[in-house]
Every structure is written in structure tokens, then in C-alpha cells.
């Protein structure tokens, strides 16, 4: 139940799915919890990272 609410939540354009631009405050929220004592991600840090795991497809899907 908290784990949809919180997929509601970042789910912004209701699509069921989450894009990249709408997981990268996610990937900052995470590193952020677990190195608080580390740097600060950047948007373009967490967009690369979704890249690399997603790979292509995910990038040209909502980019391209």
C-alpha cells in the first residue's frame, strides 16, 4: 500500500510507467539515504545512470 502511494506520487503524468524525468528525483532521494556524507547528485548524474541501466530504448522512448 505505501509502496504504491509512493509510486502514485512520483508517477506524475499518470502513466502507470515511470519515465526518466520522473525517477532521477528518486535516484537522488536513494544516494542521498544511503551516503549522506557523500556529494550531492545532479539531475545529469542520475540521467546517465537511468541511461546506463535502462540502456537506449528507455532514453529515445521518452526522449527521442
Same mark, same amino acid.
Not at 524525468?21 to 528518486?26: H, I, K, M, P
Not at 556529494?39 to 537506449?56: A, H, N, Q, R
Given at each position: 500500500?505505501?509502496?504504491?502511494?509512493?509510486? %502514485?506520487?512520483? %508517477?506524475? %503524468?499518470?502513466?502507470?510507467?515511470?519515465?526518466?524525468?520522473?525517477?532521477?528525483?528518486?535516484?537522488? %532521494?536513494?544516494? =542521498?539515504? =544511503?551516503?549522506?556524507?557523500?556529494?550531492?547528485?545532479?539531475?545529469?548524474?542520475?540521467?546517465?545512470?537511468?541511461?546506463?541501466?535502462?540502456?537506449?530504448?528507455?532514453?529515445?522512448?521518452?526522449?527521442?
Amino acid at each position: 500500500e505505501r509502496c504504491m502511494a509512493s509510486f %502514485d506520487k512520483t %508517477d506524475t %503524468d499518470n502513466s502507470n510507467a515511470l519515465e526518466p524525468n520522473e525517477l532521477w528525483n528518486e535516484c537522488v %532521494d536513494l544516494v =542521498a539515504f =544511503a551516503e549522506p556524507d557523500g556529494p550531492p547528485l545532479t539531475k545529469e548524474d542520475c540521467m546517465s545512470f537511468i541511461y546506463e541501466v535502462g540502456g537506449p530504448q528507455v532514453m529515445s522512448t521518452h526522449y527521442g
